[in-house]
C-alpha cells in the first residue's frame, strides 16, 4: 500500500455559530469529494463543545490535497468560514497513513 496524507483538525466557531460552520465544512466536503485523490473527508462535531468542528482528511498525496483548494466553490466557501472562526485556525495534524481496515 502507498502510503496516504492525512490532515486532522479542529476549528471554532464563534459563540453559537458552530452549526453554520458546519455546514459551511460539509458543502466543502461535497466539493472535494470527486477532486483527484480524496479518499476521506469527514466532519465531525464535538459533543463537548458545540461551537467546535473537526475536520479529518485522507489523500493520495499532499499535493492532491494542496491541488482541492482550487475546486471550483472552495475559496467562496473558505471566505464564509472565515468571519465564522474564533481566532485564526490552529494548523492540523499532518500525518501519512500507513495502513488500517478500510484502506486500500
Not at 65 to 74: F, K, M, P
Not at 90 to 99: P, S, T, W, Y
Amino acid at each position: 500500500m502507498t502510503n496516504k496524507y492525512l490532515l486532522h483538525g479542529k476549528l471554532t466557531a464563534i459563540a453559537g455559530a458552530g452549526e453554520k460552520l458546519a455546514s459551511i465544512l460539509l458543502e466543502a466536503a461535497n466539493l472535494v469529494s470527486t477532486a483527484k485523490g480524496c479518499q476521506l473527508y469527514a466532519i465531525s462535531k464535538d459533543p463537548t463543545d458545540k461551537d467546535a468542528v473537526w475536520i479529518t482528511e485522507i489523500w493520495d498525496t499532499k499535493e492532491d490535497h494542496d491541488n482541492s483548494l482550487q475546486v471550483a466553490g472552495v475559496k467562496e466557501l473558505i471566505g464564509q468560514a472565515m468571519p465564522l472562526l474564533q481566532g485564526r485556525p490552529e494548523k492540523g495534524q499532518e500525518l501519512v497513513v500507513i495502513g488500517g481496515v478500510g484502506m486500500a
